[in-house]
């Protein structure tokens, strides 16, 4: 009998605060696969309709795997729900669908059709060979690799390199070989044990003591990235997955011995991590996708305490994506990028919608829990700098938190989700941050917000051409008016500020905190001139936040339109006890950038920065910081 997946009350609540069980985290994953299922259905509704009864190129019709799929179920159903559990096909379904239906254009470099299609019989191979079920299968190869998700992929070195057609034949019994022209490769009577030419797919486990259900880390599947679809291979050596090994046992136990509402979580909804390259420090990169649920790509952490709140933030993600399958929390109209109205989230560089404002404010209210508890199990620099993360997303949250509680788009669910999230970041204005770490902290939000506003926000043409002419005429800023701004129409998303990494460094490490040291980090773009000023302003005190302005200005006199130079000019004022100005620029930085910008294309000199601040400041209403939810439109 059909019954209908239902949300209980009492797991909105848990999972808004944070205090997730495993029957809240069972019915996610029941209704996440009752959701792949329907997605298989539709998409041998959409492979029905474009009439294509001999299916797509060389391969059989979608119909022929889905009929495996139904046989391997009958015999195992576990083997069948972990395949189509497995992440990626979430990807490859949605892709394909779009493919079958004519609404997605496939890039030059993407598969042909019936590749795409032919993911389908791979994975009906990888579960009957699960399964135990005896089967002929024909399935997609690229460049001589067989590819059966969630067991492991095939090399036959010599085969072709384009995309062709492999046979995979199991006796149900053990024995499985896969073919491709004359080549041919018998598997291991175990698929997960390696053997030449054969990659088993590699399961690491959450504790050593205590197996329980392991993490695939996936180094194979075409769909593991959703960002860049049809990835080839890329097996990891034994060393290097040893090391994801030894990273997540170690944060596993932290979180175990620290965090228990997130050690019960992470386990519960994340069952594949997807393994980037590593970043340099403070420059962790992690993703997910609300079709590939229960995946994460995350680059190699340094250490168990990176590994843990990365682990925390994407399983929050997952969890958000599985509820949000379930139950509407933000209206339609409010979901997509294209809208009337885009939002401030402190933790991204570009607008968001109110969903992705949701969205990011749940994942960051994790990473502030963690935080808090973290700062108290470590000691000296470690310790300043999780003192430091706590106040820097404690408050973030915040502030994202009141501008989700004013937006009408939410639903009743959805405002009271927001609810629980408030209740549960409530107690943490009270907490006692170190006057160390909560300076930066301070610096750091100011910082935030401003560099936001000075690459998304464009000042109204018009009005500063007429703030200019009074300027140049000599007129104060008194006798002006604040112009109003708009939300650009292109604003990318972009990587975040250079100056909160060195924040950071700084914190971590003050004593190797020099130019020599910053210019070995990989990945920095920034002048020697503008990165001196940041490390003075950084380096904190009334003679380095002197040195800073002087520096900023040299900047700004030489290229007025550096929007990092504004920003940290504002900053470094404010340190030095400038309020007005600093106030200025820190609250309407894209105004006064545009002034300097319009006074040198109208030939004339180039203008002092600091008493271009200095005048703007006096500009009635410019120095009250703006909404930032301003009109696109």
Do not use: K
């Not at 228990?260 to 992690?286: E, I, K, Y």
Request: proline letters at 10%.
């Amino acid at each position: 009998m059909l019954t209908r997946h239902h949300v209980p009350v009492a797991d909105l609540e848990a999972i808004a605060t944070g205090r997730i069980t495993a029957p809240t985290g069972t019915r996610i994953a029941a209704a996440e696969r009752s959701r792949r299922m329907l997605m298989l259905r539709a998409l041998a509704a959409a492979e029905a309709d474009r009439g294509t009864d001999e299916g797509e190129g060389p391969l059989p019709p979608l119909a022929h795997a889905f009929e495996l799929l139904a046989r391997a179920e009958a015999l195992d159903p576990q083997a069948v729900a972990s395949v189509l559990g497995h992440p990626p096909v979430g990807v490859w379904a949605v892709r394909l669908l779009g493919r079958l239906r004519g609404g997605v254009e496939p890039r030059p470099d993407e598969p042909p059709l019936w590749r795409e299609a032919g993911y389908a019989h791979a994975l009906a191979a990888a579960a009957a060979l699960r399964a135990g079920l005896p089967a002929r299968v024909r399935l997609p190869a690229r460049a001589g690799r067989v590819i059966l998700p969630t067991v492991g992929h095939a090399v036959l070195d010599d085969a072709p390199g384009g995309h062709d057609v492999a046979t995979l034949e199991t006796d149900g019994r053990g024995t499985a070989r896969v073919t491709l022209g004359p080549h041919a490769l018998e598997l291991p009577a175990a698929p997960y044990l390696p053997a030449p030419g054969w990659h088993p797919t590699r399961l690491l486990s959450w504790t050593p003591r205590e197996p329980g259900p392991g993490v695939l880390l996936d180094d194979a599947d075409p769909y593991r990235d959703f960002r860049s679809p049809w990835l080839p291979p890329a097996p990891l050596t034994d060393g290097e997955s040893d090391t994801w090994q030894r990273h997540l046992h170690d944060a596993a136990h932290l979180l175990g011995a620290r965090h228990p509402d997130a050690a019960r979580t992470v386990p519960l909804v994340l069952n594949s991590l997807v393994p980037l390259p590593g970043m340099p420090r403070f420059r962790t990169s992690s993703a997910s996708y609300a079709e590939a649920f229960g995946s994460a790509l995350v680059s190699l952490p340094r250490d168990a305490v990176d590994f843990a709140v990365t682990l925390v933030h994407e399983s929050r993600h997952s969890v958000l994506n599985g509820l949000s399958h379930q139950i509407q929390l933000v209206d339609r109209a409010a979901r997509g990028p294209r809208q009337d109205t885009l939002l401030y989230a402190p933790w991204r560089t570009d607008p968001r919608p109110p969903w992705g404002l949701l969205h990011g404010t749940y994942a960051f209210t994790g990473v502030a829990d963690f935080w808090r508890t973290e700062r108290h199990a470590l000691t000296g620099p470690r310790a300043d700098l999780a003192h430091f993360e706590f106040a820097v997303w404690r408050d973030a949250v915040a502030i994202a938190l009141r501008t989700l509680e004013d937006q009408p788009g939410l639903t009743p669910w959805g405002r009271r989700f927001v609810d629980g999230m408030a209740r549960q970041a409530a107690p943490w204005a009270g907490d006692d941050v170190p006057a160390g770490a909560l300076a930066p902290a301070q610096a750091e939000l100011a910082d935030l917000r401003a560099t936001w506003c000075s690459h998304n926000l464009v000042p109204d043409p018009a009005a500063t051409g007429l703030l200019t002419d009074r300027r140049l005429g000599g007129a104060s800023g008194e006798e002006g008016t604040a112009p109003p701004s708009r939300l650009r129409g292109d604003a990318p998303l972009r990587l975040p500020e250079l100056r909160c990494e060195l924040r950071r460094l700084h914190l971590a490490d003050a004593g190797t905190f020099t130019p020599d040291t910053l210019a070995r980090l990989s990945g920095i773009e920034r002048s020697s001139e503008l990165l001196e000023a940041d490390m003075c302003l950084l380096r904190g005190g009334p003679a380095n936040a002197a040195r800073a302005v002087d520096r900023y200005r040299a900047v700004l006199t030489g290229a007025p339109g550096t929007r990092p130079a504004w920003v940290g000019l504002g900053l470094a004022l404010e340190a030095s006890g400038e309020g007005a100005p600093a106030a200025a620029l820190l609250h309407r930085p894209e105004v006064v950038r545009a002034l300097a910008l319009e006074e040198r294309a109208r030939g004339a000199r180039t203008p002092d920065p600091l008493e271009l601040a200095r005048w703007a400041a006096r500009i009635p209403g410019l120095t009250t910081q703006p909404a930032t939810d301003v009109p696109q439109r």
